[in-house]
């Protein structure tokens, strides 16, 4: 293939189906990238770049080229170009997510135990949001301290009470509880570490990329679809887990092994996440479009001095919690 023809930053697959969106996802969450040394992703970054910049080594393939932009597109920041830390990455969310979520399952019995998971959840998607945060509209410390804290008291408070509600309902009903208290901190933790777009707008463009302005009605879509995705990313597991547990629990080769019980669940979470992380991710397109008069009102909203902005698109970034 004559490499003057291929675009290296444009989407491998079509991103206005879900399938198309789905393999793009696939390919950047693959968890397998994350042992990769940083040596390793610091080529594929300088061949991404070469190529941009028009220089590529003789000999480089097509399929180099794809390679080289999977590793930069899952441990790069894609507006700064820095290499996030690893927990950040999106390739690390499926061992870390099963690991936090698997013990969250076993460990719902006592207070104590639901404290601390659930605090050790947060905290992890504390660092998940900062690292991939919006370098387009930056959030200060005390911003992400505010958000760390609400979220975490939303997700104890939510654990530790129904915990407690439910100490005489059905076990499976305890069961659920962590899955309450992640769904419950997700509508506040995002929406709060994302608070600069909700104020301030989100840059929109025209279908040629033309910059048109911010919008704050585009911000309140983008974020809620990303709240929507990560609840939706985390509900399989953590609804479906506990059912599968707690028939298995009453097998005795099972109540031999109790110990193995939480490796068990990690490694169960893990199944669902390989799946769920990607098919999340994909459920609306990253670039969305909102057309005719409807998009007319929000750009009089922001931008009254172009009265003739009939239709634009948002961005919106990934983002785990």
């Not at 076990?171 to 208290?181: D, I, K």
């Not at 506990?242 to 193995?260: A, C, H, N, S």
Request: with cysteine.
């Amino acid at each position: 293939m004559d490499l003057s023809t291929f675009d290296i930053d444009a989407p491998r697959w079509d991103q206005s189906t879900f399938m198309g969106r789905l393999k793009h996802f696939f390919n950047i969450t693959d968890c397998r990238t994350a042992l990769l040394p940083d040596s390793r992703l610091d080529e594929a970054k300088v061949l991404v770049e070469s190529f941009r910049a028009g220089s590529v080594p003789p000999g480089t393939s097509v399929e180099q080229l794809h390679y080289a932009k999977k590793l930069y597109d899952s441990a790069f920041h894609p507006d700064s170009g820095d290499r996030m830390n690893l927990i950040g990455r999106m390739s690390f969310q499926v061992p870390g997510g099963m690991a936090i979520t698997g013990f969250m399952l076993q460990f719902y019995r006592t207070v104590p135990a639901v404290v601390f998971w659930q605090w050790v959840n947060q905290s992890f998607n504390a660092l998940v949001n900062y690292t991939n945060r919006n370098a387009a509209s930056p959030i200060t410390p005390k911003q992400i301290g505010v958000a760390y804290v609400t979220a975490t008291s939303t997700a104890l408070a939510t654990a530790v009470g129904l915990n407690l509600y439910t100490k005489r309902a059905p076990p499976l009903v305890a069961r659920w509880v962590p899955f309450a208290a992640v769904a419950a901190a997700n509508c506040v933790n995002i929406p709060m570490m994302r608070q600069q777009e909700i104020l301030n707008g989100i840059a929109v463009t025209d279908e040629n990329g033309n910059k048109l302005g911010h919008s704050k009605k585009a911000a309140v879509k983008g974020i809620t679809q990303v709240v929507i995705s990560r609840i939706t990313m985390a509900a399989p597991g953590m609804i479906i887990l506990p059912i599968v547990m707690q028939r298995l629990e009453k097998y005795k080769f099972m109540q031999r092994i109790t110990f193995l019980h939480g490796p068990i669940q990690v490694m169960l979470v893990g199944v669902f996440l390989v799946f769920m992380v990607p098919a999340a991710c994909s459920l609306f397109p990253q670039r969305c479009e909102i057309p005719g008069i409807a998009w007319y009102f929000i750009c009089l909203s922001f931008a009254s001095n172009e009265p003739n902005i009939h239709r634009g698109h948002l961005g919106r970034r990934w983002q785990r919690s």
